[in-house]
């Protein structure tokens, strides 16, 4: 267990309204994460942070926002919910460049 | 062609048999090679994390790496029921100057009592 706490674990809401999931981690690591897995997709990154501050886009960042201003919170933000946005997300964490990737048991949201 | 190829099964065997899950890949730029189990509704669980060609031995799970066929192997031996659970593999490089951790679909696998 990599400490990591993700809320709401579920929600649904409506198309357009604004979304924030929140990923918390208890073990100070420097790096997180934010994926989201769909049936035939697997795990795609959204968007990823080196540090306090510091973040950079995945492959599948449009309609997205994150940010860190502290080391144990990442915030995923979708502006205005689409349905296509519709997925179970998941925050991970690892402490250094070349260390695996932990994760935390996701949030699942639906965009109605 | 995808970068990380992974069967999604699924694949059912009875309780005690040895099961073979397995990935290939297309660049030979991925370095470390993981193996995540994922249970229904959880997150990925780190399960093997291997770095070099060879096999890397943990209880019951035995990663297997072959770098030069780009292939990666998970076998579990004297399956249980609560082994069934989706398995990911998972390899990562530096690919044009950048870190890349690329996972494969999942492996869907049931254990049968």
């Known amino acids: 267990d990599a400490g990591i706490t993700q809320s709401p674990r579920h929600k649904v809401t409506e198309t357009g309204t604004p979304v924030t999931l929140r990923c918390h981690q208890t073990e100070n690591h420097r790096y997180m994460y934010w994926y989201r897995q769909d049936p035939g997709h697997g795990l795609r990154l959204i968007h990823y942070s080196y540090g306090v501050k510091d973040t950079d886009k995945g492959e599948v960042s449009d309609g997205y926002s994150v940010s860190r201003s502290k080391t144990e919170d990442f915030l995923l933000t979708l502006e205005s919910a689409t349905s296509s946005q519709t997925s179970v997300y998941f925050c991970a964490t690892r402490t250094g460049w070349n260390q695996p990737q932990h994760f935390g048991d996701g949030t699942r949201l639906s965009i109605l | 062609q995808k970068e990380v190829e992974q069967d999604p099964g699924p694949l059912s065997v009875p309780e005690g048999a040895i099961v073979s899950l397995n990935c290939t890949y297309s660049n030979s730029a991925f370095q470390y090679f993981m193996w995540y189990r994922q249970y229904s509704r959880k997150g990925p669980e780190l399960l093997m994390y291997t770095y070099s060609s060879g096999n890397k031995e943990d209880g019951r799970f035995t990663a297997q790496v072959d770098k030069s066929s780009k292939y990666i192997s998970l076998f579990i031996r004297d399956s249980q029921p609560s082994d069934s659970a989706t398995y990911l593999c998972?390899?990562?490089?530096?690919?044009?100057?950048?870190?890349?951790?690329?996972f494969g679909q999942g492996t869907r696998l049931t254990i049968n009592p």
């Open positions: 998972a390899m990562w490089g530096i690919i044009q100057g950048a870190q890349k951790l690329v």
